[in-house]
């Protein structure tokens, strides 16, 4: 079944011929005619007939015309109410890792609920592998992620913002008085760590391992949250690596201590992960306009 067949029928019931028919749909007589023959083959018969008096509808064409009406009109109606919701909603689930959801997406998705009032905004906070994960399975409509992306498949990756892991310590630790240390004064130090398919766990193991730090890097204590392991720093059971992006009010206020580290620096991409869909929704267009503006 072909909508615009269904179009043209009522148009020419209406219009009382196939050429005032095309001309208000703007097409040619001919194609008018081929849409009319169209459904007549779907439904096996004459729908109207055409003598000297003009048109007149068969019972077939009587029987036909108010369903005809109605999946037009009802089209209609699923047109203007999707452009409705394109215009001023529609529903979006964001997936992003700890640092990213925690950190860096509030104050956009609260400029994307100003732009979108009526628009069902929901966020998901996990691991990196936990949130590609729930991309490929469609329980969210778009990823955040960090660190190293393995085996993406059919979803695009695209690069968004920078970051910059730093070692971070309590104000009471050696080391928040020595100013710049080498990567060697790390040895035997306990070192706090996100749990395994931590997006910055597996960046910071990279790149000590890469440094020579001999693997494995010893971890004193795994922690599911970057907060966690702000309040184990704070309270003097390790030192650990942290995105600049979680810890600017403690630095400031001198709760944790930033500490330089001689030819050794972390840095990492933020990736926006998508799986490629054929009609992407509105809003989730509209939501990569304002990652893109972010990370201008």
Same mark, same amino acid.
């Given at each position: 079944?072909?909508?615009? #067949? ?10 009382? !011929?196939?050429?005032? *028919? ?14 009319? $023959? *169209? ?14 008096? &003009? %048109? ?31 215009? /001023?909603? &529609? ?41 590609? /994960?729930?991309? $490929? ?40 008085? =020595?100013?710049?240390?080498? %990567? ?27 440094? &020579? ?11 599911? !949250? ?10 003097? %059971? &390790?030192?650990?690596? %942290? !995105? ?6 403690? =630095? ?40 893109? !503006?972010? #990370?201008?």
């Amino acid at each position: 079944m072909h909508m615009e #067949s269904h179009e043209v029928f009522c148009a020419v019931v209406e219009y009382g !011929s196939v050429t005032k *028919a095309a001309l208000a749909l703007h097409m040619t007589q001919s194609t008018a005619s081929r849409h009319l $023959q *169209a459904l007549e083959d779907e439904y096996g018969g004459l729908l109207c007939e055409r003598s000297a008096l &003009g %048109l007149t509808l068969t019972p077939l064409g009587r029987a036909l015309y108010p369903y005809s009406c109605d999946l037009v009109n009802c089209h209609a109606r699923s047109k203007e109410e999707l452009l409705r919701l394109r215009q /001023e909603g &529609g529903d979006i689930v964001v997936g992003a890792t700890l640092t990213i959801g925690e950190y860096v997406l509030p104050g956009i998705l609260g400029k994307v609920r100003k732009c979108h009032p009526n628009a069902d905004i929901r966020m998901r906070i996990s691991n990196t592998a936990g949130i590609l /994960e729930d991309l $490929q399975r469609h329980r969210i409509d778009i990823a955040l992620v960090e660190g190293v992306i393995h085996q993406p498949g059919e979803l695009r990756v695209t690069c968004w913002r920078m970051d910059e892991l730093v070692l971070v310590c309590g104000q009471d630790h050696p080391f928040a008085a =020595c100013g710049e240390i080498h %990567l060697r004064d790390l040895q035997g130090q306990p070192l706090l760590m996100r749990e395994e398919g931590s997006g910055t766990r597996e960046v910071t193991e990279m790149a000590l391992e890469n440094a &020579g730090f001999l693997p494995p890097v010893p971890v004193a204590m795994e922690l599911g !949250s970057i907060q966690a392991i702000k309040s184990a720093i704070e309270a003097g %059971l &390790g030192i650990a690596f %942290l !995105s600049k992006l979680t810890i600017e009010e403690e =630095c400031a206020s001198r709760r944790l201590i930033e500490v330089p580290l001689r030819d050794f620096h972390i840095t990492r991409n933020l990736f926006i992960v998508e799986r490629p869909e054929r009609y992407a929704k509105w809003i989730v267009k509209s939501f990569l306009q304002f990652l893109q !503006s972010a #990370s201008a």
